[in-house]
């Protein structure tokens, strides 16, 4: 998996939309898009068999999961995770109400999956997405009567981090219910995350690892003990696999955002998208630039080429910045529909389209 | 006899021809055509088998009552009509 990826998904409000980058890397629609005027959550392209999977939040009709074998070609439904019936289920008893991000479990298993959701839960499928499982473990855990939501009115699951070196050690993140960590598959959990920091609750509770709101978790594949974090109240990084982390601060122009990518073989080297705060969710003086680390967090560099240089009022979710398994290649969407790529890096940047429904995430297939 | 009719908007996702009206309740009536479109089920009802928010029931031309059991009682020549909701798309 050294080569430039030349397929790049988009999954959206509207629709699953494929790219492809042509011999002088102009990238182009490939074909009409798939589920067109439907809400595409989550999608996944397996590097293990090719298997495209994509997840759609349906707003009359709940919560589905299409699986493709032929790249995107044709489509079959199969199941979706479900919560388990509840015996005489009181009124406010569980529904999965989105799928918010899909993962490729054990890499000698094809066809063994994670999904995260909203409500936050992490479920398991051993057959290409046949038949879910909750991962009731984690649903019990103490401290999820603390668990509240972020952006939504349920706390949901979004980055599942398998380790490439052992696939039974995994690593969730929970907005807002902290950094989670299993050694046996999610048999059991614990939580982790010392040294994250929120602002939004009481001052002794700023350090409790309980109600943390990491928005996004990255690792880097080749050293995955280098763990990035962009969180509600900043940028964060861990070297024990997201036992602890420590904060950097100081990244003009911002630290608040929402995605970060990982170098797949440089544990230095990871890339943000920052916003103005919290409550100004949009480019700081609209202009959009994408803020690079190459050695550790130490120091940032913040690219702009190519970006919009004013009046832009993009954001770019957790799931809608992603790089190729060579580092190289990066491609993000926003909020309002515009869909950038870099070849360098992310020192330049060019737009694809500014005309897609709101962007939920990019894969590069 | 009646039958269970699902609207135009379920039909784009998923193939569900009418079904006959088979049981003395909506969610016997429901159960049954479900059986034979197990998929169909989880377009209709949510995790925990309550009328999922944004679609309604109809008997004949009124609304069901109970959508957490679907208990309100059918007769053999009902109609049960399957539609969305204008809310939630």
Not at chain 1, 6 to 29: Q, V
Not at chain 2, 72 to 81: A, T, Y
Request: net charge negative; proline share 7%; glycine share 10%.
């Amino acid at each position: 998996m050294a080569d430039r990826s030349d397929t790049l998904l988009a999954a959206t409000r509207k629709g699953l939309f494929t790219l492809r980058a042509d011999a002088g890397r102009s990238w182009a629609a490939a074909g009409p898009p798939a589920f067109l005027g439907e809400p595409v959550s989550a999608l996944l392209s397996d590097p293990r068999d090719g298997t495209l999977y994509a997840a759609l939040r349906l707003g009359h009709f709940g919560v589905k999961l299409h699986r493709s074998r032929d790249g995107g070609v044709s489509w079959e439904e199969v199941a979706a995770p479900s919560f388990p019936a509840e015996a005489d289920g009181p009124e406010d008893a569980t529904s999965v109400d989105m799928i918010w991000t899909l993962e490729a479990g054990d890499p000698d298993t094809p066809g063994h999956l994670w999904a995260g959701t909203l409500p936050a839960a992490l479920f398991e499928s051993r057959d290409h997405g046949e038949n879910w499982r909750r991962v009731d473990a984690l649903w019990r855990v103490p401290e999820r009567a603390e668990w509240f939501g972020g952006g939504y009115d349920d706390a949901g699951l979004h980055s599942i981090l398998v380790d490439p070196r052992d696939p039974a050690r995994l690593t969730v993140a929970i907005s807002c219910g902290g950094v989670w960590k299993s050694d046996d598959a999610g048999a059991s959990w614990r939580l982790v995350g010392q040294g994250l920091r929120n602002d939004y609750l009481p001052p002794d509770r700023a350090y409790d690892p309980g109600p943390q709101d990491p928005h996004r978790l990255a690792h880097c594949a080749a050293a995955p003990n280098v763990v990035w974090c962009q969180h509600h109240n900043g940028v964060f990084r861990s070297e024990d696999g997201g036992e602890t982390f420590e904060e950097i601060r100081d990244i003009r122009p911002s630290v608040f955002g929402f995605a970060v990518a990982a170098h797949p073989h440089d544990p230095a080297t990871a890339w943000f998208v920052p916003a103005v705060k919290d409550a100004c969710r949009v480019p700081v003086d609209g202009r959009l630039v994408v803020t690079r680390t190459s050695d550790g967090g130490r120091a940032f560099e913040a690219f702009g080429e190519g970006l919009p240089a004013a009046g832009c009022y993009d954001l770019v979710y957790r799931h809608a910045l992603a790089v190729d398994t060579t580092g190289d290649r990066l491609a993000m969407g926003s909020t309002t529909g515009s869909l950038w790529t870099s070849a360098d890096g992310g020192q330049r940047w060019a737009a694809v389209t500014a005309h897609l429904p709101p962007i939920a995430q990019v894969a590069f297939a | 006899m009646g039958q269970v009719r699902f609207a135009s908007s379920l039909q784009r996702h998923l193939a569900c021809p009418p079904g006959p009206v088979a049981g003395v309740s909506v969610r016997e009536a429901l159960d049954a055509v479900f059986a034979d479109n197990p998929r169909l089920r989880g377009y209709v009802l949510d995790d925990q088998g309550r009328l999922r928010r944004h679609v309604n029931v109809f008997v004949n031309s009124r609304a069901v009552a109970d959508r957490m059991r679907l208990s309100d009682r059918v007769r053999p020549d009902d109609d049960i009509h399957v539609i969305q909701a204008l809310s939630g798309g």
